[in-house]
């Protein structure tokens, strides 16, 4: 149900989901365009959506490292991601208040992954 909150992991992979999912509808927006407003569509599209997909391999990882590297993965597309919404903005091919909320997104997703990292990488308790 909308107001409730599920677990953490559950509760990012869903907000990766759906962050990929306005991605998807963004780009078949940006599609319509050509040159320019094309092959920034076609990155976009792949940063993204890539940040989901790692945070999906993270979860089926096999060892502690390997969910750190693929949630590291997971944070750097996350930062591409955020780089290509602000060129959008900048280069006034998309209004500002247009991708507000996705670079707000985009945003906090940064934040939460930069945390996991930084946890996930701290050597566990002996």
Not at 21 to 39: D, F, M, N, P, Y
Not at 73 to 88: D, F, Q, V
Request: proline content about 3%.
């Amino acid at each position: 149900m909308k107001g409730e909150r599920s677990a953490p992991k559950n509760d990012l992979k869903e907000r990766s989901f759906e962050f990929a999912k306005r991605i998807v509808l963004l780009c078949q927006k940006l599609e319509q365009s050509s040159g320019v407003a094309r092959t920034i569509s076609n990155q976009l599209l792949r940063s993204g959506t890539s940040i989901g997909a790692n945070i999906e391999e993270a979860n089926g990882s096999q060892s502690k490292a390997d969910f750190t590297a693929k949630m590291y993965i997971s944070c750097k597309e996350a930062r591409e991601t955020n780089y290509w919404l602000r060129l959008l903005i900048e280069t006034e091919m998309i209004p500002k208040k247009q991708l507000t909320n996705l670079l707000d997104e985009s945003s906090q997703l940064i934040a939460i992954l930069t945390s996991v990292v930084k946890k996930s990488s701290q050597p566990s308790p002996q």
